[in-house]
């Protein structure tokens, strides 16, 4: 089981900035993808970015060049840094935590951009 506790979310003006953190905890293996992917009410989850346990990302075309992904492997656990904030960016985020097979989900942090 990996356990995954997000911070940082919260209330922003548009072209604002706001830095989300999850660390997991468990039984972490050393191959992994750790991501981030947001959900708004009536809509499904979509992938924000991705990054594996060897640092390749990738990202959603609708914040590519605002948002961007790191991680510390020594402490397991994943940023996501979002510049340029619009209110489309409106969401529930959620980390996300892939490996050999299993997947775990965070319990989301509200993301809010509005004037």
């Known amino acids: 089981q990996v356990q995954l506790v997000e911070s940082g979310g919260g209330l922003v003006q548009p072209g604002g900035s706001l830095r989300l953190s999850c660390a997991a905890s468990g039984s972490i293996f050393d191959r992994n993808v750790m991501g981030w992917y947001r959900q708004t009410p009536g809509k499904q989850r979509e992938l924000v970015a991705t990054i594996t346990s060897g640092g390749s990302t990738h990202y959603a075309d609708s914040v590519v060049g605002r948002y961007t992904i790191s991680r510390d492997n020594a402490k397991n656990t994943v940023y996501l840094q979002m510049n340029s904030l619009k209110a489309e960016d409106t969401a529930n985020y959620y980390c996300?935590?892939?490996?050999?097979?299993?997947?775990?989900w965070g319990q989301g942090t509200q993301v809010t951009v509005s004037s």
């Open positions: 996300n935590f892939r490996t050999y097979g299993s997947n775990y």
